[in-house]
């Protein structure tokens, strides 16, 4: 920070600051401060076009999938997304790359003094100021006004109707697979979760929603005719008509809404990436002409062809292979599992798993049991740096109590220990057959990326 003006000069000068507010997992169940916020910046949140995505799984691969597709058709974009893997410039991304740390700390910087009205407002009326991720997405916004951006693909932090990034209304909403997750505050029920998630669609928008469990099927439905949006769901108006395995991903050939794409190469493992890129081609489809007007398929497969995704399914390091997987809730497990299995041919497998004490540690681990059953498997567990992290201890403890076999458990506080414990495992196979999965909450697959040299997400 210099002392000529006190004003943050790196990023990490940045993020120190917002991580002096309330934690990400503290968010605030409000809107009113953030549209205060717009409105004394100018209103950011009007100043383009946005593709607004939500859902329990797969949101961050269905924007960079929608986002892909945009730029190939000539728009710029800005991408938001959350949490970050390794540096929190990745939430705010131009063009498909972060944003540059220089445009990052400046617009932060001309956007602080405003940010200390609303505080200002909120502490005299007795309400907590606003939280490390109320920031964050002003600054999103902000950011891409200044750009300025053609169109911005932004996926919500929690939930859909209080979520911060629901001052910006999208032109087309994006629900992508609906299940059980943060269940202490979005209800118990898939209904209770879609209705909290429905508050992202629009009057006058449309809805481009994933295949879904009959309730909140309804309950999105429901939402959309009452608001005058139009609706797409998949599997009856969209989706994968088939799909072949391919060196690195799979081959896709999607019915979208105006047309039939086939042979789209995405670089990415397993059914449910398929089912993210139908219901991309859809959300292109509805923003690029209302869902009437078909895609060029050369562009489509470009842009494709080149999508990635980082800590989903993502190989990090071969001899032995080791994959991360930020699968964080027992229906993200099941599905990543299957996709494992489908398109490795491991003889061994060890799992090294940490979990956050906010997730249903013992459904994960119960799933793991029951995914990875016809292959041979080892479970290392371990927690990543945050204060939020259940003991590896603990895992162990409950991963015995369901029946694990004990010859099976490894602990390691330590995540690099415990990499390199499954690596020495899944190297004793002798023939490289053996592989590593590292899994769980994204801080523990954040930080395997940096230990395994993947730093840049």
Known sequence: MTELTGLPTTVEEVYAELLGRAPENKMEPRLAPLFRAMDVLGEPNKAFPIV???????????????????????????????????????????????????????????????????????????????TYFECVTILGFAVFADEPVDVAVIEVGLGGITDATNVGDGVVSVVTPISLDHTDLLGD???????????????????????????????LLDKARSVGAEFRFEGVEFGVESRTLAVGGQLVTVQGLAARYEDVSVPLHGA??????????????????????????????????????????????????????????????????????????FSRLVVVLGVLREKDAEQILRTLQEEFSEVPTEFVFTQSASPRAVPAEELAEIALDLGFDEIEVHTEEKLDDAIAYAVERADEVGDFSGGVLVTGSITVVGEARILLGKDVA
Do not use: C
Not at 79 to 102: C, F, K, M, Q
Not at 191 to 210: M, T
Not at 279 to 305: K, M, N, P, T, Y
């Open 52 to 130: 607004h995505i939500t859902g329990t799984n797969g949101k961050t691969s269905t924007a960079r999938m929608i986002e892909a597709g945009l730029r190939a058709h000539g728009l710029r974009t800005g991408r938001y997304t959350s949490p970050h893997l390794s540096r929190v410039t990745e939430r705010i991304s131009i063009d498909g790359a972060p944003v540059p740390d220089a445009t990052f700390v400046r617009i932060w910087n001309e956007i602080a003094p405003y940010i200390g009205i609303v505080d200002a407002e909120l502490t005299a009326a007795g309400q907590p100021r606003l």
């Open 189 to 219: 029920t898939t209904a209770d979760i879609a209705r909290e998630k429905a508050g992202i669609i629009k009057p006058g928008g449309f809805l481009v929603s994933a295949a879904q469990p009959a309730d909140a099927a309804q309950v």
């Open 272 to 345: 449910h990436q398929a089912e993210n890129a139908a219901v991309a081609v859809a959300a292109l489809e509805a923003f690029l002409g209302g869902g009437e007007r078909e895609l060029d398929i050369e562009l489509l497969r470009e842009a494709f062809s080149g999508v990635t995704s980082p800590g989903r399914l993502e190989v990090v390091k071969t001899s032995p292979t080791i994959v991360v997987d930020a699968a964080h809730n027992p229906d993200g497990i099941s599905v990543s599992a299957q996709a494992l299995t489908e398109a490795f041919d």
